[in-house]
């Protein structure tokens, strides 16, 4: 099984920072992308930033400037560093991981179980 484990929400002032972290662990042969997306109440889930294996990077419109994403592929684990926080960036977070279990298996969508993210105004 393949598990990932969000962390690093909470409560903030708006201009506040927070750093969210997500650690995949499990039987892993590859991690391809990894990224993190939100979801608030009534909206559908949607992109805040992906990460692919060799290091590209897209963020949201909403968030460029603001948040960054990065990896750490030894430890299996990507974090986003999100300053400037605004009351419209109030959400639950979700890992995403895509990987590959074994060498010959498929590449599969992995996702955390979501962190909430609270920023008051």
């Known amino acids: 099984q393949v598990q990932l484990a969000e962390s690093g929400g909470g409560l903030v002032q708006a201009g506040g920072s927070l750093r969210l972290s997500c650690a995949a662990s499990g039987s892993i042969f590859t991690i391809n992308n990894m990224g993190w997306f939100r979801q608030a109440p009534g909206n559908q889930r949607e992109l805040v930033a992906t990460?692919?294996?060799?290091?590209?990077?897209n963020y949201a419109d909403s968030v460029k400037g603001r948040f960054t994403i990065s990896r750490d592929n030894a430890k299996k684990m990507v974090y986003l560093q999100m300053n400037s926080l605004k009351p419209e960036d109030t959400a639950v977070y979700y890992c995403l991981a895509i990987l590959k279990r074994t060498s010959w298996g498929p590449v599969v969508d992995y996702w955390g179980q979501g962190i909430q993210v609270t920023v008051s105004s």
């Open positions: 990460s692919t294996g060799g290091g590209s990077t």
